[in-house]
């Protein structure tokens, strides 16, 4: 839970000042809740891990928010009040950055399949970096550099062949993906001289993000050392001083207590060490410029989700089912990936039942629909009580739907005694203002 949550025998009682109660009356059930503080906190530890490594490393650092992790525009105003740039894979998230009001110039533009509109409105927007994701891309935003007359600053993303030891839904890596330009088959290097030769492209990095939720280094280690090989490369076959090394986001949480990332300045150390020695290792004569782009280890600690407990189901020999407000719409993070949570009953009520294994679930008409399985929850808590899942920053949000036509949960910021919507609370009036009667309509012509 974040830094700010006030925990009392294992229950959640407060949270950035205010009781949890008067949050679930003030703004409804489901509430995503974010800590200012830690999610700022996490922001300014961020950005002073990496300015504590420039001197070491010799080149400067740029910390992007990855605005995929939790895209809102209260909190890409937050990133760049703390001096983050903003890493954007969407026209969407693009249009919310704009919004913010980000200099387009702190913008790095991702994706795999960008539309010929996206990019066009990237290279009007004057968008700091654009990462070219393919062949068929590079070629693409030539043509539309050129007929906007501008030289377009970009990063070519670099697919490394490296084992990130995560997720297989989420590692980005490894040769077999949909992303990037493959080092072992000499697509990146194709990219690179094509690039080297644009008039309208300007070659200023090189990219790779190797996957997401990593808790170790060593993948951090062996990317670092491909594509700084690969920057002497460059140098050596096209004679292009490239001078910029994005490696990405992808630093994981501490989800559940077995989960222990790096500190962020461990992470900031060990990171610029492994890219300064790499740069010695393959005779780089400077050092690059470095950046990172962290989502997850950013947004998600800062995260918390209130439920209203309801119907409590016990099948005596098998299972006894919590169900919550919520579910699969708001947090499809275990279903997708079995991820694990931290659970914890919220509110004054003191409940001090035996702990048991719970399953929690939602109330979609589906048998997935589950937050987590063997969640140990007091034998007394009651339908009507308040539950709380922690660590729900990133990628809830991000990722929520409508299923079942569920108006998706407000957000609210809360830090010092205050509270402050980040997002309202949607409602079905919302979805269906989106759809027209066919009623009101002639009948097609067969
Ligand atoms: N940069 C690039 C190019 C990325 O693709 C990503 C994440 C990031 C940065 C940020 O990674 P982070 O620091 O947040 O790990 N929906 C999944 C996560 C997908 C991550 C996609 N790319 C989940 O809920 O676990």
């Excluded at 001197?55 to 760049?80: I, P, S």
């Excluded at 004057?126 to 050129?146: P, Q």
């Amino acid at each position: 839970f974040p830094d700010t949550a006030e925990i009392q025998d294992g229950r959640l009682r407060t949270l950035g000042g205010i009781a949890v109660e008067e949050l679930a009356e003030r703004f409804g059930t489901p509430l995503w809740l974010v800590d200012r503080a830690t999610l700022e906190g996490r922001m300014r530890a961020y950005r002073e891990a990496f300015a504590a490594q420039e001197a070491v490393l010799g080149a400067t650092t740029t910390v992007v928010y990855a605005a995929k992790a939790l895209c809102v525009r209260g909190v890409l105003e937050l990133a760049d009040d703390c001096g983050l740039w903003v890493d954007c894979a969407s026209g969407g998230e693009l249009a919310t950055a704009r919004a913010a009001g980000i200099d387009p110039r702190r913008i790095v533009l991702h994706g795999n399949n960008k539309s010929v509109a996206e990019l066009r409105d990237a290279v009007d927007a004057g968008v700091g970096r654009i990462v070219i994701d393919s062949l068929s891309e590079l070629a693409r935003l030539e043509g539309i550099a050129e007929a906007a007359g501008r030289v377009v600053p970009c990063h070519l993303r670099v697919t490394p062949g490296v084992d990130a030891h995560t997720h297989e839904f989420v590692a980005t890596g490894h040769d077999d993906t949909k992303f990037g330009l493959t080092l072992s088959l000499g697509l990146a290097h194709e990219g690179a001289a094509r690039l080297v030769a644009s008039r309208w492209l300007d070659l200023v990095g090189v990219h790779c993000h190797v996957g997401s939720d990593i808790l170790r280094l060593d993948p951090y280690h062996a990317a670092a050392d491909v594509m700084v090989r690969f920057l002497a490369e460059v140098r050596a076959t096209h004679g292009a001083e490239v001078g910029e090394l994005n490696l990405g986001g992808g630093l994981g949480i501490s989800a559940v207590p077995g989960d222990v990332p790096p500190e962020l300045p461990t992470y900031a150390a060990d990171l610029t060490a492994a890219v300064a020695e790499a740069a010695d290792a393959h005779g780089l004569t400077a050092r690059p410029h470095l950046f990172v782009e962290p989502g997850r280890s950013i947004a998600g600690p800062a995260g918390v989700t209130l439920y209203r407990v309801g119907t409590i189901k016990e099948l005596p020999g098998l299972s006894t089912y919590v169900a919550v407000d919520g579910g699969m719409s708001d947090n499809p993070r275990y279903p997708l990936y079995q991820a694990p949570h931290t659970f914890a009953p919220a509110g004054a009520v003191a409940r001090d039942g035996t702990p048991r294994p719970v399953t929690v679930v939602g109330k979609h008409c589906e048998t997935g629909d589950v937050l987590g399985e063997g969640v140990s929850l007091p034998s007394d808590l009651a339908e009507g009580d308040l539950l709380a899942v922690a660590a729900t920053g990133a990628y809830n949000h991000a990722m929520a739907s409508n299923y079942n036509r569920l108006p998706r949960p407000a957000m609210v910021l809360v830090g010092e005694g205050w509270a402050v919507e980040l997002v309202r609370r949607e409602t079905v009036e919302d979805l269906l203002a989106r759809e027209p009667s066919l009623r009101d309509a002639r009948p097609p012509v067969p």
